[in-house]
């Protein structure tokens, strides 16, 4: 095992010799300027799945980074400075403490801020963009050693917010901020099926944010729906949805696992970052071992999407832990998987057998991506660069503002050269 150590799922031993934590911006300058092409990369949460974050050469830290406090807010601009290396768990009691809040979070509260922007990731709600698209402005140390600062609205911003850390390591980034809220969690269980299919459009909109999760273990049957309904401007919810009925207990998304890692639901009002997402941060999230792949569908194509994988579903459903769906907005960010389109994300967390999961995913992706699918860069997925780069309209673009951010490719790893080329 490298320096690094393994990533969350412990299904990825990271390769890195070297790890590298330095305390100020000119200690991390002093590195990149160093560094041979190809030799360093952000080292996040270490939540992904696959190869995005790793490198032979030196995993490189940001937690002992001293540049300014690690959470500052500005409530008269509606932003919040935050360190790259803060889990979102932790910045949401800071917020909260001051009466503000974060527009969404991810399932995790255990993610960083960094490593979640630059890999997409998102929560749900058909109003509601990605963490991405939260991001007020930018910082970090290019492969010239530079420190930059992009803002939103600056040339090169929408590129260099979801940007699979090829531009730099990222220091710090804002993010914005709006009043605190609270919401109240429902779960409905055994959603038929046909009923998603007629009433899509009702269902992923009946709140605030909304999941879906099926097994595709039982024929005609979406296991449960978790709806998040804000309390101050939000309709009560339905004694019953669409043939769905409340759950009397709490649950868990994978059924069979007991609920209690989970945020608290029965439709008790409580604080947002208690009920967005979907799991605790005291504890460890979801199933623990398990792989997760994750494709976001046009939302115009997502009953297509819906079809195919009920086609697919008994060659899914033994390796599947649970598919969840949810829907994202449209953003402007360049490599985000929402760029430009409404889109409904279909994520599957697999049982830990990474070979047949492998194998299966090709077959996944020759009917999600005719579709206009883009995968999630930190998940598990097959497709490459000759495959992505007509999904991704600015995908030169972003080759350009690599290019003159490291020119050197010192941030180039076996990933990027998969996925992104060159």
């Not at 699979?164 to 710090?172: D, F, K, N, P, Q």
């Not at 930190?378 to 951010?405: C, I, N, P, Q, T």
Request: aromatic share 8%.
């Amino acid at each position: 095992m490298g320096a690094a150590g393994s990533n969350w799922a412990g299904n990825l031993d990271y390769s890195a010799r070297m790890l590298a934590a330095p305390r100020s911006i000119p200690e991390l300058q002093e590195l990149i300027a160093s560094a041979e092409p190809g030799s360093l990369k952000a080292l996040g949460t270490r939540h992904s799945f696959n190869d995005v974050a790793d490198t032979d050469g030196t995993a490189v830290s940001t937690a002992s980074l001293q540049d300014g406090p690690a959470v500052a807010i500005d409530a008269d601009r509606g932003v919040v400075a935050v360190a790259s290396g803060v889990r979102y768990g932790e910045l949401a009691l800071e917020l909260d403490a001051a009466g503000l809040a974060l527009g969404n979070l991810a399932s995790l509260p255990h993610i960083s801020v960094g490593g979640a922007v630059a890999t997409g990731t998102h929560g749900s709600g058909e109003r509601n963009g990605s963490l991405a698209a939260a991001v007020a402005a930018v910082e970090f140390v290019d492969g010239r050693g530079e420190h930059v600062r992009l803002a939103r609205g600056d040339a090169g911003f929408d590129g260099a917010v979801v940007s699979l850390g090829v531009l730099g390591i990222t220091t710090r980034l804002e993010l914005d901020v709006e009043p605190s809220f609270e919401l109240a969690q429902h779960v409905y269980r055994e959603l038929p099926l046909e009923a998603l299919v007629a009433h899509f459009d009702e269902i992923v909109g009946a709140g605030y944010s909304v999941s879906v999760f099926s097994t595709w273990q039982r024929e005609g049957v979406a296991d449960q729906v978790w709806l998040k309904r804000r309390v101050d401007r939000d309709p009560a919810a339905p004694a019953e949805l669409f043939g769905a009925r409340p759950a009397d207990a709490p649950q868990h998304p994978i059924p069979g696992v007991s609920a209690v890692h989970c945020t608290p639901q029965l439709g008790v009002p409580g604080p947002w970052f208690q009920r967005l997402p979907h799991f605790l941060l005291e504890f460890r999230p979801s199933n623990g071992d398990e792989l997760q792949s994750e494709y976001l569908v046009p939302r115009a194509r997502a009953l297509d999407a819906l079809a195919a994988l009920r086609r697919l579903a008994p060659r899914i459903a033994p390796l599947l832990l649970v598919n969840e769906i949810r829907e994202v907005a449209a953003d402007a960010l360049w490599l985000s998987g929402s760029f430009e389109t409404d889109v409904v994300a279909f994520h599957f967390t697999w049982q830990p057998r990474q070979a047949e999961v492998d194998a299966l995913l090709p077959a996944i992706e020759a009917e999600l991506l005719p579709l206009g699918a883009r995968p999630h860069w930190g998940k598990r997925f097959a497709a490459d660069a000759s495959a992505l780069e007509g999904r991704y309209s600015h995908w030169r673009d972003f080759a350009e503002l690599r290019a003159e951010h490291d020119p050197r490719g010192v941030f180039a790893n076996a990933f990027t050269r998969r996925v992104l080329g060159g």
